[in-house]
């Protein structure tokens, strides 16, 4: 596997926010970014799945739940010193005027939270994915938890 670079981390992040940031287009490019196999772990999931179809499911979830959803880069992307994981921090925000995958209704209410994401990549994609953010802050924000 050839090395990570910065340069290729920071584009790498630029496209990812750009994959999470609500657009209009029929395909979304997180598909591109991610290996088939993909291990995601997200706060929202009820446990880590197996495989592309998951991250897709919370991303096309989340564009349901929040329709203006945005995801904007907070710092640069690190390389840790293992040179193979990478940290990412941003600020996902959006207006609750979708029900979530769980069924809970839309409350019409903004919510903006930060995160890491820790990624390691094969052959230039994401294949293993976690995500680290407060859960209970976004549920209180849009009204669902108090």
Request: proline fraction near 8%.
């Amino acid at each position: 596997m050839a090395a990570i670079t910065q340069e290729f981390i920071n584009e790498f992040a630029r496209r990812y926010a750009a994959a999470w940031t609500k657009k209009e287009s029929a395909s979304n490019p997180l598909q591109a970014l991610i290996t088939e196999d993909v291990y995601w772990a997200d706060p929202m999931l009820p446990q880590p799945g197996q495989g592309s179809a998951t991250a897709m499911m919370l991303l096309e979830g989340s564009f349901t739940a929040f329709p203006d959803l945005t995801c904007d880069i907070m710092d640069p992307p690190y390389l840790a010193a293992d040179g193979r994981s990478v940290m990412f921090h941003w600020r996902l925000s959006g207006t609750m005027n979708g029900p979530l995958p769980n069924g809970a209704q839309p409350t019409g209410k903004r919510m903006s939270i930060a995160g890491v994401d820790r990624w390691e990549f094969r052959d230039g994609r994401i294949c293993h994915y976690q995500a680290f953010y407060d859960l209970p802050s976004l549920l209180r924000q849009v009204g669902l938890i108090s």
